[in-house]
């Protein structure tokens, strides 16, 4: 057994535990966070670290030895393209969590009945334990060491994103900067332009500098860290 069917037998699993249908499609967002997380895939199939579960995850993205369908279509030819460069961007599966997979009835009845699939086997009770207990239960569990990365056969990396805009799946996050404030009366400055002084209560908002040496001073300071001069009052140096 590979350790692609070792990992998918334990996702489907995992699935079955949480009432989802088998043949139905399973984000791949919610198998990074719920059903199958590293946590969760280290103490089911012994992965040595995250990388080798996310590289895991990405060849089973892949739709490597045929275990899954994954749509869109784009994503498993990104999750390829990643898998064959040199060396890999492992952070592209975090791009991929809004694709899904689902698994075809022949490969279900294939995996089913593997070691991640067994039922728990009863071992005998402690002795410690009171009276009337439960019997302990353990799956035994074949530990995956080390995925091994494919080979790459070209000179050139496949690039991580394509030319153009990026596919619909790809999760994209918009940061905008805080709008700037003066420093004087905190009412906020005109964007999209250099301002020096605010148009409120006209405080200069150039970086402070001492007339002396020049060095960079703070506002409100009485004299200069370098060479002692006497700053003026107010902003407490001059701007420059």
Do not use: N
Request: charged residues 25%; proline residues 12%; negative net charge.
């Amino acid at each position: 057994m590979t350790d692609l069917e070792r990992l998918a037998a334990a996702l489907l699993a995992q699935w079955r535990s949480e009432g989802g249908p088998v043949d139905g499609p399973i984000a791949v967002g919610s198998i990074l966070d719920r059903t199958m997380p590293y946590r969760v895939a280290r103490r089911l199939l012994g992965i040595d670290g995250s990388e080798d579960y996310e590289a895991l995850m990405l060849r089973l993205i892949a739709e490597e030895e045929g275990l899954v369908r994954t749509e869109p279509a784009d994503a498993a030819e990104m999750a390829r393209g990643t898998m064959a460069a040199k060396l890999p961007d492992l952070d592209v599966l975090q791009l991929l969590r809004s694709a899904t997979l689902t698994v075809d009835a022949e490969v279900v009845a294939r995996l089913d009945g593997v070691l991640a699939m067994r039922p728990p086997v009863a071992t005998e009770p402690s002795p410690w334990a009171p009276p009337g207990a439960a019997p302990a239960v353990e799956t035994p569990v074949t530990p995956i060491r080390g995925v091994a990365a494919v080979p790459d056969h070209t000179a050139v990396a496949t690039p991580r994103m394509p030319d153009g805009p990026p596919p619909e799946f790809v999760t994209q996050v918009r940061f905008d900067a805080p709008p700037a404030h003066c420093w004087s009366c905190s009412m906020a400055l005109p964007t999209g332009r250099t301002v020096k002084f605010c148009p409120q209560c006209g405080a200069d908002q150039r970086e402070p500098a001492c007339p002396a040496c020049g060095v960079h001073v703070e506002r409100g300071w009485r004299h200069c860290p370098d060479c002692g001069e006497r700053l003026p009052s107010g902003e407490g140096a001059t701007a420059r």
